[in-house]
T-cell receptor, first 117, second 109 residues
Framework: EAQVTQNPRYLITVTGKKLTVTCSQNMNHEYMSWYRQDPGLGLRQIYY???????DKGDVPEGYKVSRKEKRNFPLILESPSPNQTSLYFCASSLWLGGSSGANVLTFGAGSRLTVL | QKEVEQNSGPLSVPEGAIASLNCTYS??????FFWYRQYSGKSPELIMFIYSNGDKEDGRFTAQLNKASQYVSLLIRDSQPSDSATYLCALLFGNQFYFGTGTSLTVIP
């Protein structure tokens, strides 16, 4: 089954304790991205990756890191989590961004609900 | 920061009616537009994508795009209770996706 898999789905942690949220896709997608969703603010892009070893900041990158060492994986790293990073996080991927055939449609993972105390 | 504006609702329609969801955006350079549906606690799922001015129909759904007016809409015909969800408008500008805050739709049986 074509899918984007995120782990963990739920996590409660404490301020300053490093954590990683994994994201993996099995569709050979070039483009991968991370979003956070907060009430009243909608989905906001944190980081994105156009391909292996190519990453760039989205609109809310502060406090996050990413890496893209393999095409299928795009982990989100919180080096020193703070309470304002409590949110619902989504990983999403698309085949690529060009063209007009729907190749740039995002497929989302199930989401990871993170609480930082 | 690209602005994508949606009426947050809630929008309530009776079963069988037409639901009309609207979205405006700030940047004329946007070329790809999407409507996603999100049930509470779930991930967004694609309803429609549209790239060209005009209408695009898929079953009970019609997306309408007017780039000159910077406006994209979604019509849901014969609304069903299962359509009750939050609908997200999104656009692609450059290499980034921008989302509206969503419109909550309730279809009343």
């Amino acid at each position: 089954e074509a899918q984007v898999t995120q782990n963990p789905r739920y996590l409660i942690t404490v301020t300053g304790k490093k954590l990683t949220v994994t994201c993996s896709q099995n569709m050979n997608h070039e483009y991968m991205s991370w979003y956070r969703q907060d009430p009243g603010l909608g989905l906001r892009q944190i980081y994105y990756s156009m391909n292996v070893e190519v990453t760039d900041k989205g609109d809310v990158p502060e406090g996050y890191k990413v890496s893209r060492k393999e095409k299928r994986n795009f982990p989100l790293i919180l080096e020193s989590p703070s309470p304002n990073q409590t949110s619902l996080y989504f990983c999403a991927s698309s085949l690529w961004l060009g063209g007009s055939s729907g190749a740039n449609v995002l497929t989302f993972g199930a989401g990871s609900r993170l609480t930082v105390l | 920061q690209k602005e994508v504006e949606q009426n947050s609702g809630p929008l309530s329609v009776p079963e069988g009616a037409i639901a009309s969801l609207n979205c405006t955006y700030s940047d004329r350079g946007s070329q790809s537009f999407f409507w996603y549906r999100q049930y509470s606690g779930k991930s967004p799922e694609l309803i429609m994508f549209i790239y060209s001015n005009g209408d695009k129909e898929d079953g009970r759904f019609t997306a309408q795009l007017n780039k000159a007016s910077q406006y994209v809409s979604l019509l849901i015909r014969d609304s069903q209770p299962s359509d009750s969800a939050t609908y997200l408008c999104a656009l692609l500008f450059g290499n980034q996706f921008y989302f509206g805050t969503g419109t909550s739709l309730t279809v009343i049986p």
